[in-house]
């Protein structure tokens, strides 16, 4: 992590942001509050408790080759270390022997060790402490004398014998984000975490530098600071951002300059399209750039395949566009649809393009693009989980399994004028899984079909219903019985045909199912 000398004013309920003189860098602090009052200073809001203000003061401190002292030599301890070391410091571990993690670091030349039990001039010019053994009487004897040195101590998991506490920490240096509970739950502080984590992408250090290599700049072409502020927002939410996390950093550049060489000064008002996959239907299953896009778009061009619950999920505000295609009902046609979005991308708004499953599987995802690329329309693609592996996974049927199915094929079992067109003889291959998409319709030709060309009428065969959601249903029977199994059970799709020994593994491996079917 990049240090610099850093402190963070803290309201409750609100982020914190603190710059660096190296680097701007923003930190979100989050601690447990007691009950608040408030009261205004200047410009600033502060709130504090009626009993105390808080438990510990959420500091960021440069220890870059700075003397600092571990005390113990297992686990615990090497997971302090690395953190230490990421930070650049100088780490003398005090111990009679060292864990493996430890003992590897020294060789390397990466750690001192004193190869002996603690005395008290260990802490003689040390910036930090850290007491990590399993000997409390230990533990609680350097932190006696380091606050006596008014030394910085901390001993894992002991709040109420630590000067400071280390927080859950989300890297994206310069980018940092730390929160602590003050050592009341150390599993809430790593689940708060892991929330963030979602809301904050891997590439946000890169767009802090970008900010930091333009800040001079900015600041000189806007002298007025609401006016830098408004500039900053748009770039750091728009077009250009999105050329960071798409790993486009030399093009963020070019763009971000000619942008300021405007003499507009504001970013260029083209707009940007995201293919997005939406998954099966489970909101859970949808990736973190996915929701990431599906929360700032100014519209929404839906299909009939995104389930209510990921559409949901995108931002309130947003100018919804269904353009499902039905059965012999298409909303609007293909051709349309792309150059719609085109039409959207030119008034400079970000367009998500929302597909169910995958949009490169069967969801004419491609054709899309295409018409994109050729417009010169920036896009991007984020791919989502397709039904066929959705779906077989919450049915508890593995597409590929040693004892059944070295193969597996995906086919489209959607109906052309009454038939299913399809290369029968590459689909009746043996210990080969076959998934039909769109196939409800066309089930009794599809089984037919099979069987005609040799498959045998026993051949295992499961119907899935809207898998991955609350109205899930597995129907199992064989490519005989299936399709009457279906007409009586009043399926409704989406759905999706699963043909092959790996069927048999449903009874076993199923565990997601409706309360009424279990």
């Known amino acids: 992590m990049q240090q610099a000398s850093r402190i963070g004013l803290v309201t409750p309920g609100r982020e914190a942001m603190a710059y660096s003189a190296r680097a701007p860098s923003l930190f979100f602090f989050f601690l447990a509050p007691s009950r608040f009052r408030s009261f205004r200073s200047g410009n ?57 993690t430890l003992a590897k670091l020294h060789e390397k030349g990466h750690i001192k060790h004193i190869p002996r039990m603690f005395l008290a001039d260990d802490l003689n010019h040390r910036y930090i402490v850290i007491a990590a053994t399993d000997d409390t009487d230990l533990n ?220 490169f599987i069967f969801g004419r995802g491609g054709e899309e693009i295409d018409t994109l690329a050729e417009q010169g329309i920036p896009f991007q693609v984020v791919p989502g989980i397709t039904a066929a592996s959705g779906c077989a996974a919450y049915a508890g049927i593995p597409l590929t399994h040693r004892d059944f199915a070295q193969s597996c094929v995906f086919v489209t079992g959607h109906l052309q004028n009454g038939t299913v067109n399809l290369n029968w003889d590459t689909l009746i291959r043996p210990d080969q899984t076959i998934v039909f998409y769109m196939g409800l319709r066309g089930l009794p030709l599809i089984c037919q079909g099979l069987v005609s ?26 490519l005989r019985d299936l399709p009457d199994m279906a007409a009586r059970a009043t399926i409704e799709p989406p759905t999706l045909l699963i043909v092959g020994g790996v069927v048999t593994l449903h009874e076993k491996l199923g565990w997601f199912s409706r309360e009424e079917e279990r």
């Not at 220890?63 to 930070?87: D, H, M, N, P």
């Not at 000189?220 to 500039?231: E, G, T």
């Not at 991955?468 to 029977?477: C, D, E, K, S």
């Open 44 to 100: 600033y809001q502060l709130s504090i408790t009626s009993r105390e203000t808080m438990n510990f003061l959420p500091i960021f401190l440069d220890i870059k080759q700075r003397s600092c002292l571990v005390i113990g030599g297992g686990e615990v301890a090497a997971r302090k270390v690395a953190l230490l070391l990421r930070t650049d410091a100088s780490v003398t571990v005090v111990a009679p022997t060292l864990g493996t």
């Open 453 to 478: 060309r040799g498959l045998s009428e026993a051949t295992p065969a499961a119907l899935i219903q809207q898998g991955t959601t609350p109205r899930q249903r597995t129907l199992v029977g064989t």
């Open 140 to 359: 609680r004897r350097v932190a006696r004398l380091a606050h006596a040195r008014q030394i910085l101590i901390n001993v894992v998991d002991k709040p109420e014998l630590c000067s400071f506490v280390v927080p859950s920490i989300i890297d994206r240096s310069p980018v940092i984000a730390a929160v602590s509970t003050g050592g009341a739950s150390p599993v809430l502080a790593r689940l708060i975490r892991a929330r963030i984590e979602t809301l904050i992408p891997a590439s946000y250090g890169k767009l802090a530098a970008l900010a930091a290599d333009f800040r001079g700049k900015v600041k000189k072409h806007f002298s007025y600071p609401p006016d830098r502020r408004i500039f900053w927002e748009k770039v750091l939410q728009g077009p250009i951002a999105e050329m960071i996390f798409a790993g486009k950093e030399a093009a963020a550049r070019d763009a971000l300059e000619k942008t300021l060489k405007a003499q507009s000064g504001v970013p260029h008002e083209m707009g940007e399209v995201y293919l997005v996959g939406g998954g099966p239907g489970d909101p859970d299953l949808l990736t973190f750039r996915a929701l990431r896009l599906m929360q700032q778009a100014d519209v929404v061009v839906h299909d009939r395949l995104v389930s209510s619950a990921v559409l949901d999920l995108t931002r309130r505000d947003a100018e919804r566009v269904y353009v499902g295609k039905e059965r012999d009902n298409h909303a609007l046609p293909q051709e349309k649809i792309n150059h719609f979005l085109v039409r959207l991308a030119r008034e400079g708004k970000r367009v998500l393009r929302l597909k169910g499953g995958d949009p």
